[in-house]
Structure formats: C-alpha cells, structure tokens
C-alpha cells in the first residue's frame, strides 16, 4: 500500500523558514517523481514543486521561485521542501504527492497533509 | 500559463442525481487531464486520468470525457459517499488546477 507521510508543519514567523518532510512507502520511491501541492485555507490547491526520479531536475511554482527548494535522500524514501522568506500568503496545508511515471505525470497518491501557519 | 476554469463553483443535487461538472482549458492539453475528489479534511483522491480514465477502485458510476479544451466529469447516480469537492487538472504543461466544485446536498 503506497503511504505519505507528511511532518514538519508548524507556526513560523513572516520572514522565516521551515523544512516539511515526506516520508513514503509502499513503492520502489527512487523510481518515481515527487512533488509538493498546497492549499490555502478555504482555497483551492495550488502546485508548488516537483523533482524528478533521479532529483537532478526540480520543477518551481513562478509563487515560490527562489525562495522554496526540493529535494529527496532516497536512502531514507524522504522527499524535502525547504521554504524560506515565508509570507502569510504561503499559510497552507501542504501535500506531498507522488507523480504518476510517464511523459505527463500526474499526482495519483497523496499524503495527509502538514499545516503551515505563518504569522506573527 | 494553462488557466482551468471550473463550472459551476457549487452544485445542488440530491441522491440518484445525474450530475455533470465542465472543466475548460485555456488552451489545447489533448487529453491531459485529471479529475481529484477532496472530502472536508481529508486529501485529495484522485478520480479519472488522461481525461477518460478511471483510477484503481474508483466507482463505476464516475466518468470523464472531453479533449483539447473542454472536459466533463459525470457522475452517474451520486450517492451519499460522493458529496464532496471535485477538482480538474492540467498536466500538459507543469500542473494547474481547477478552482473547485462544491457538491452538496439539496
């Protein structure tokens, strides 16, 4: 059975940073893309991140552009968003999903979520 | 940038009901298409691919059709279990969602 498990959320200041982790299972992770997906409170959902199997290439919303980064350890099937420079725009509840092999991958699997609040 | 466009934003229906919710692309995607069910709380799921695909253990009762710009989502008999939030997405280009239908009961 494929799992995510989201960890990490937790109330950071305007300006600040925090480091969300995925953990997965259930599938050989280095084989696949992974990706982060957010939604604001109330609000639809918004695509974040993505990096690739082999986390040469990562993939950024124009939203997060140089202040988010992506990775993944696949020794532990963990993938990483650091943000930095947070703004109360970027409070969400933030998705690990996992995308879908292929030429136009999709999400097919997602995690629980990890709430990011940002205020002062 | 592919913008989704999503109608209607809300929906009223009862249990049996025929329902159809239409996802419009801002430009051609073929047939990149996904559909997501999102409960109160709870993560999305997701529902069709490749505009007319169902995913593993999806009811029969649910099906998408459409390509280049226009898509639908049908539900053919809405039961109990399927009063929730539906979301298209485009992944030809990057990945855009849809803002949302609200499924709820009348």
């Known amino acids: 059975e494929v799992q995510l498990l989201e960890s990490g959320g937790n109330l950071v200041q305007p300006g600040g940073s925090l480091r969300l982790s995925c953990a997965a299972s259930?599938?050989?992770?280095?084989?696949?893309?992974m990706s982060w997906v957010r939604q604001a409170p109330g609000k639809g959902l918004e695509w974040v991140a993505a990096v690739s199997a082999s986390g040469q290439t990562t993939y950024f919303a124009d939203s997060v552009k140089g202040r988010f980064s992506i990775s993944r350890d696949d020794s532990k099937n963990t993938v990483f968003v650091q943000m930095n420079s947070l703004r109360a725009d970027d409070a969400a509840v933030y998705y690990c999903a996992r995308l879908y092999s292929g030429n136009y991958p999709f999400f097919d699997y997602w995690g629980q979520g990890a709430l990011v609040t940002v205020s002062s | 940038d592919i913008q989704m466009t999503q109608s209607p934003s809300t929906l009223s229906a009862s249990v049996g009901d025929r329902v159809t919710i239409t996802c419009r692309a801002s430009?051609?995607?073929?047939?990149?298409l996904a559909w997501y069910q999102q409960k109160p709380g709870k993560a999305p799921k997701l529902l069709i691919y490749?505009?007319?695909n169902l995913a593993s253990e999806v009811p029969s009762w649910f099906s998408g059709s459409g390509s280049g710009t226009e898509f639908t989502l049908t539900i053919g008999s809405l039961q109990p279990d399927d009063f929730a939030t539906y979301y298209c997405?485009?992944?030809?280009?990057?990945?855009?969602f849809g803002q949302g239908t609200r499924v709820e009961i009348k």
């Open positions: 490749r505009a007319s």
């Open positions: 430009q051609s995607i073929s047939n990149y």
């Open positions: 997405q485009q992944y030809h280009t990057s990945w855009t």
């Open positions: 259930g599938f050989t992770f280095s084989d696949y893309a």
